[in-house]
């Protein structure tokens, strides 16, 4: 009993110091960044290295802004960001819906098809949707970056798993009180969908906040530069202005923060909820 008792705190300490170990190689680079923002970039190859923060960080905000309008670029992102998200719950929450709890004439081939998507990489459908985004006269807009990827395969994937836990008879029951098939859709299936909603929500914010390549295509006016795209400027091909980047860096970061802060503890009971047959 006490060589059971020995291991298993043994094997507790093991795990502590893993967990404290992962932690920090996580948080260090993200203490420097913000370190690094509140330096002159003079000091960032200094030996040894500074590790408390400075007093720059106002100049180095204010030297970003002239080179960038990044708060323009962070107001962009938001809109985007957003918007796309709360059109994207809407459509995939609606899909799952239908593919979760209705019979129609090609479900199971449509669903495949829509998940077959999946494995398409952007760089194949970047052509093509720049042409048709250019043809309707959308370019430098945001419609042109929500729209395309609104209908997520993942998240009608997902929903549809977890709609599936819903019920049949609470629907039926519905049904037979005069619910119509919207209301069951908005009073019934949304409100226990939340933790997963929640979940979606964060992945699809995720997604959008850090998209590069598809809105460098279609957005060619600096004033509706996004984040990732405001960033790409300060990069240029004889010098790299690290305490701008790092201003950036430290702002970008704050509303995906704060969005996990207030929804992560419907995170993981969201992701894993679909899992479980009933």
């Given at each position: 009993?006490?060589?059971?008792?020995?291991?298993?705190?043994?094997?507790?300490?093991?795990?502590?110091?893993?967990?404290?170990?992962?932690?920090?190689?996580?948080?260090?680079?993200?203490?420097?960044?913000?370190?690094?923002?509140?330096?002159?970039?003079?000091?960032?190859?200094?030996?040894?290295?500074?590790?408390?923060?400075?007093?720059?960080?106002?100049?180095?905000?204010?030297?970003?802004?002239?080179?960038?309008?990044?708060?323009?670029?962070?107001?962009?992102?938001?809109?985007i960001a957003?918007?796309?998200?709360?059109?994207?719950?809407?459509?995939?929450?609606?899909?799952?819906?239908?593919?979760?709890?209705?019979?129609?004439?090609?479900?199971?081939?449509?669903?495949?098809?829509?998940?077959?998507?999946?494995?398409?990489?952007?760089?194949?459908?970047?052509?093509?949707?720049?042409?048709?985004?250019?043809?309707?006269?959308?370019?430098?807009?945001?419609?042109?970056?929500?729209?395309?990827?609104?209908?997520?395969?993942?998240?009608?994937?997902?929903?549809?798993?977890?709609?599936?836990?819903?019920?049949?008879?609470?629907?039926?029951?519905?049904?037979?009180?005069?619910?119509?098939?919207?209301?069951?859709?908005?009073?019934i299936a949304?409100?226990?969908?939340?933790?997963s909603l929640?979940?979606?929500?964060?992945?699809?914010?995720?997604?959008?906040?850090?998209?590069?390549?598809?809105?460098?295509?279609?957005?060619?006016?600096?004033?509706?530069?996004?984040?990732?795209?405001?960033?790409?400027?300060?990069?240029?091909?004889?010098?790299?202005?690290?305490?701008?980047?790092?201003?950036?860096?430290?702002?970008?970061?704050?509303?995906?923060?704060?969005?996990?802060?207030?929804?992560?503890?419907?995170?993981?009971?969201?992701?894993?909820?679909?899992?479980?047959?009933?």
């Amino acid at each position: 009993m006490r060589r059971e008792t020995r291991n298993d705190a043994l094997w507790k300490f093991g795990s502590y110091i893993f967990l404290l170990t992962i932690t920090a190689l996580v948080l260090i680079p993200i203490y420097w960044m913000l370190v690094a923002a509140t330096i002159p970039q003079s000091e960032f190859f200094s030996w040894p290295p500074r590790l408390l923060p400075g007093l720059h960080y106002l100049q180095n905000f204010q030297a970003l802004q002239e080179s960038v309008d990044f708060i323009r670029s962070i107001g962009n992102s938001l809109i985007i960001a957003v918007s796309y998200t709360a059109l994207s719950l809407v459509l995939c929450s609606m899909a799952g819906f239908a593919f979760a709890k209705y019979e129609f004439r090609f479900k199971e081939p449509l669903f495949y098809a829509i998940l077959a998507t999946l494995v398409l990489p952007i760089q194949l459908l970047i052509i093509p949707l720049f042409l048709l985004i250019t043809q309707i006269g959308w370019t430098n807009s945001y419609l042109a970056v929500i729209l395309p990827w609104a209908a997520n395969p993942l998240g009608i994937f997902l929903m549809r798993q977890n709609m599936k836990a819903i019920p049949d008879a609470l629907l039926e029951s519905a049904r037979m009180d005069g619910a119509t098939e919207f209301q069951l859709y908005y009073k019934i299936a949304l409100p226990t969908m939340i933790p997963s909603l929640s979940a979606l929500a964060i992945i699809l914010f995720l997604n959008q906040w850090q998209a590069f390549l598809y809105p460098l295509i279609v957005l060619q006016e600096e004033k509706m530069f996004t984040i990732p795209i405001a960033l790409a400027q300060l990069v240029g091909q004889q010098r790299v202005n690290f305490d701008q980047v790092m201003v950036a860096t430290s702002l970008a970061i704050i509303p995906i923060f704060l969005m996990f802060i207030f929804l992560q503890q419907y995170f993981i009971k969201g992701i894993l909820s679909g899992s479980v047959k009933q």
